[in-house]
């Protein structure tokens, strides 16, 4: 396995696991951690073995933002010029496995906006998410504004990006932040629990799902309702389809094909 310094990788079963580990930063962002997060996203989706990711942090942080030690000494022509850091975090957006972001302590900043790049987030009762770049003369950088809003809708977008408050766990909830809240300690094995019944799937049904919710965000309802269509009768192709059919009538477990 690769050496990492900023993260741990593990599986578990068919489910690959990144753990975000820069305890000195809170999992503050930098530059060194997105890369192995990019790298270690690459193998898994490269992993024939693995069927679904899920990433994560501490109990005290998922991440405490992009890292403003960093930031600091950057100019304008520098972020420009580097497209900061959009190429590198974007690997997130770009994985056809699905990702669950498991969340526990601070998802602050790019921290929040990695979280919602994963496709679904399950939290503890512990975590707090918050877009605080306000308080640091910036704006929101890779996804607060769009992801965020897209998400939780413009009041409550608005009152993240404009106060930088933080909002708890049952709150994010309650906007559809996140999928579900479980209790602090039971973050990893509930997570598990979804990942592993995704893992378990029809590799191309869970694929083509997961593009065809994706197609909400980038099209029209009628564009998204067609795309949708011609995938649901393009999983008719598969074997997997057949035997999940006859399973369901023969009253037994599926034995997927692809997996
Ligand atoms: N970057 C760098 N270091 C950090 C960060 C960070 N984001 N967050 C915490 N740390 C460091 C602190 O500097 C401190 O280090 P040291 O011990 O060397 O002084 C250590 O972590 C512990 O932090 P605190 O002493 O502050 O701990 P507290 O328990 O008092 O507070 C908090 C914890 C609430 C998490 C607090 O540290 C905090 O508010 N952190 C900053 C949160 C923040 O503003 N995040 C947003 C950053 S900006 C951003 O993410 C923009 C993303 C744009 C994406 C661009 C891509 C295109």
């Excluded at 503050?28 to 899920?54: I, P, S």
């Excluded at 790019?110 to 306000?134: R, S, W, Y």
């Excluded at 990006?161 to 479980?182: E, F, N, P, R, W």
């Amino acid at each position: 396995a690769a050496a990492y310094e900023n993260i741990q990788v593990e599986t578990d079963g068919a489910v690959g696991i990144i753990r975000l580990d820069r305890p000195k930063a809170y999992n503050a962002l930098n530059a060194a951690l997105v890369d192995e997060v990019g790298h270690a996203l690459r193998a898994f989706e490269a992993d024939d073995t693995v069927g679904c990711m899920v990433l994560t942090g501490s109990e005290k942080a998922f991440a405490a933002g992009a890292d403003i030690k960093e930031m600091q000494e950057k100019s304008y022509a520098d972020v420009q010029r580097e497209d900061f850091i959009t190429d590198d975090w974007e690997v997130l957006t770009h994985c056809r496995k699905p990702v669950i972001a498991a969340v526990a302590g601070f998802a602050l900043g790019g921290g929040c906006e990695f979280a919602l790049m994963c496709d679904m987030i399950i939290a503890a009762d512990t975590a707090q998410f918050g877009q605080p770049e306000v308080q640091l003369g910036i704006i929101p950088g890779a996804g607060g504004t769009q992801r965020l809003t897209r998400s939780v809708g413009k009041s409550m977008a608005m009152y993240m990006c404009l106060t930088g408050d933080k909002i708890d766990a049952q709150t994010a909830l309650q906007a559809g932040l996140v999928a579900k809240v479980v209790p602090a300690d039971d973050l990893m094995e509930e997570t598990l629990k979804a990942a592993q019944k995704i893992a378990g799937l029809s590799r191309p049904v869970v694929a083509t799902c997961k593009e065809a919710v994706n197609r909400a965000y980038e099209t029209t309802l009628s564009e998204g309702v067609l795309f949708e269509r011609r995938a649901f009768h393009g999983t008719f192709a598969l074997e997997d389809r057949s035997e999940g059919m006859q399973a369901f009538i023969e009253k037994r477990k599926p034995e997927w094909k692809h997996r």
